[in-house]
C-alpha cells in the first residue's frame, strides 16, 4: 500500500508534444520545489510565474506558472504544488528528471492523487469512480452524469440512507436494553418500523426508476443487428458507422463473429453490433457465430430485426420470443431492402415497425430519430442520481434484501432485527467507503492515469 508520507509527482496532462504540460507534486514536501527551483516562496492559490532552475546546477529550465495549495484545502488535502511549463518533450523530461533527485520524492502510481483525496476524507468512493468516469467520458451525457457523481449526488443519497439505519439500529438497541419495559419497546418499536418501511420504499424505488440507464450511460447503449443470413445487417451497419465497417457480399453467412462499432447517437454513447445470420448451418465456425449472437441478444438493449420478405425467416420463433419476453419496446421489426419492394402489397400481410434500405437511405433517418427518442426516454431525470455500476447495484440490492428480512421478521427478535440493519448498513458504507472497501481500492483507482 502506498505511504502517505511520501511526496508524490507526476505528469496530469497528456504525454507528446504541447502547448501546455502540468505536473503535479502533493505531499508534505512539495513546497520544497518552489524554494529550491524558483527561489522563494510565492502566495497561496495565486498563480506566479518564475524562472525555474536545476538546484543542482542552477541551469535555467523554463520559465513557468506556479500554483500552490496548501494543506487541508487541496484535492488531496495535502500541500499541492502545480507546475505549469511549456509541453514539449525536453522541458517536460528535465523536470521530471529534477524532481526525481528530491529527497522523498517518487513518481506517483496510476490513480494515487485521487487515493490520497479519498484517504483525507476529500471525496468518497462513489465521488471517485464519478472523477474517473468523467475524465473517461466521450459524449456530453457521459459528462453530465459523471460530473454529478463526481460531485457527491450519489455519496449524499447513499449515505443519508446509511444514517437513517444507523438510527434505526440504536432504537433497536434501546428496545434489547428496555425489553422489559412495555410502554418503550412499543413506541419505539413503532418508530422503527416507520423508518425501516419509508428506507426500504426509498431504495426500491431507486432500482426501479434506475433501471439500467446509468450503466447505459456509462458503458453504452448496447444494439444488436439480428435476423436470418443475407437481409442486410451488415449493410445497415456500415450506413450507421458511415464506413466500411463490415465486409458485404451477397454470400449468405459472409459475417461469422460480432463485429461492434462505437458510435455517438443524440449525445448517447452506443455500441452497434453486427451478428452472424441465425440459420441452422453444420458449418462449424458459422456455428460458433450463431452461438454469439444468440448470447448479445440475450443482453441487447434494442435489437433490429431485420427481415426480407422475399427470404425465408428460419429462425423467426426467436424473434417471437424475444417479442413476448423484452418487450417489442427492445425488438423492433425491420423491413430490409425496402427499394425492391415498390408494390406494397407485397408487404401489406407483414408486420414491421419500419422499412429500410441500405442502399438508397430511405427510412434511415426515421430509424435514426426513433433511435433517438428511445435514448431520450432513458435518460437521467435530474432530480435523482442514477446507478452507474454494477458493483453499486450490488450493495443497494444487498440492503434492500436485509430490510426486507428486517421487515419479514418479528421485533420480539430483537438481536436478530439489528443484525439485518447492521447488514444493511455495512452494504451502504461499503459503496461510500465508510467500512470495508481495501480490497476494492486498487481495482478502483487503477482506472486512473498517473498523475489524477
Keep these: 500500500m502506498p505511504q502517505l508520507d511520501e511526496t508524490i509527482y507526476a505528469l496530469a496532462s497528456a504525454s507528446g508534444r504541447a502547448g501546455v504540460g502540468v505536473l503535479r507534486i502533493s505531499g508534505s514536501r512539495a513546497h520544497e520545489v518552489i524554494v529550491q527551483m524558483a527561489g522563494g516562496s510565492i502566495q ?9 532552475r536545476d538546484p543542482m546546477t542552477a541551469e535555467p529550465i523554463d520559465r513557468c506558472l506556479l500554483l500552490w495549495f496548501p494543506a487541508p484545502h487541496s484535492f488531496t488535502g495535502e500541500d499541492i504544488v502545480e507546475i505549469h511549463c511549456h509541453g514539449s518533450q525536453a522541458v517536460v523530461a528535465r523536470l521530471l528528471s529534477v524532481l526525481a533527485d528530491f529527497q522523498d520524492y517518487r513518481l506517483a502510481e496510476p490513480g494515487e492523487f485521487a487515493r490520497r483525496a479519498f484517504e483525507h476524507g476529500k471525496m468518497d468512493l462513489t465521488a471517485i469512480e464519478g472523477l474517473a468516469d468523467l475524465i473517461n467520458a466521450e459524449t456530453q451525457g457521459q459528462r453530465r452524469q459523471a460530473l454529478r457523481q463526481s460531485e457527491g449526488a450519489l455519496g449524499k443519497l447513499y449515505e443519508g440512507w446509511r444514517e437513517q439505519i444507523l438510527t434505526a439500529s440504536a432504537l433497536v438497541e434501546a428496545l434489547i436494553d428496555f425489553s422489559d419495559e412495555e410502554d418503550i419497546t412499543q413506541s419505539v418499536g413503532t ?50 458507422a458511415k464506413r466500411d465497417a463490415a465486409i458485404v457480399t451477397s454470400e449468405p453467412g459472409t459475417t461469422r463473429d460480432i463485429i461492434e462499432v462505437h458510435l455517438t447517437i443524440g449525445g448517447f454513447p452506443v455500441l452497434v ?51 413476448s419476453t423484452q418487450g417489442p419496446e427492445q425488438v423492433w421489426r425491420i423491413l430490409s431492402k425496402a427499394d425492391l419492394y415498390e408494390n406494397s402489397t407485397k ?59 428486517f421487515m419479514n421478521g418479528s421485533l420480539a427478535d430483537a438481536e436478530l432485527r439489528a443484525e439485518d440493519l447492521r447488514q444493511a448498513a455495512t452494504a451502504l458504507g461499503r459503496l461510500t467507503g465508510r467500512i470495508d472497501v481495501e480490497e476494492l481500492l486498487g481495482k478502483i483507482f487503477g482506472e486512473f492515469c498517473i498523475g489524477k
Excluded at 458503458?219 to 445487417?233: E, H, L, Q, S, T
Design 191 to 240: 418508530q422503527v418500523e416507520e423508518i425501516v418501511v419509508k428506507l426500504h420504499n426509498s431504495i426500491s424505488d431507486h432500482l426501479e426508476s434506475s433501471g439500467r440507464r446509468g450503466e447505459q450511460m456509462r458503458d453504452g447503449f448496447r444494439m444488436v443487428i439480428a435476423g436470418a443470413p443475407n437481409v442486410g445487417k451488415s449493410s445497415l451497419l456500415n450506413v450507421l
Design 44 to 52: 497561496a492559490r495565486q498563480a506566479t510565474l518564475r524562472l525555474l
Design 273 to 323: 453490433m453486427d451478428t452472424a445470420g441465425i440459420r441452422q448451418t453444420t458449418g462449424a465456425v458459422e456455428q460458433e457465430g450463431i452461438k454469439r449472437a444468440l448470447e448479445r441478444l440475450s443482453d441487447a438493449d434494442l435489437v433490429l430485426w431485420l427481415i426480407d420478405p422475399q427470404e425465408p425467416d428460419e429462425d423467426i420463433s426467436i424473434l417471437t420470443t424475444m417479442r
Design 347 to 405: 408487404t401489406a400481410s407483414k408486420d414491421f415497425d419500419l422499412a429500410i434500405s441500405s442502399k438508397t437511405n430511405d427510412g434511415i433517418g426515421t430509424l435514426i430519430c426513433k433511435i433517438e427518442g428511445l435514448l431520450a426516454s432513458n435518460k437521467q431525470p435530474q432530480s435523482s442520481p442514477l446507478i452507474t455500476r454494477a458493483r453499486h447495484r450490488t450493495e443497494v440490492v444487498t440492503a434492500q434484501m436485509a430490510l426486507s428480512t
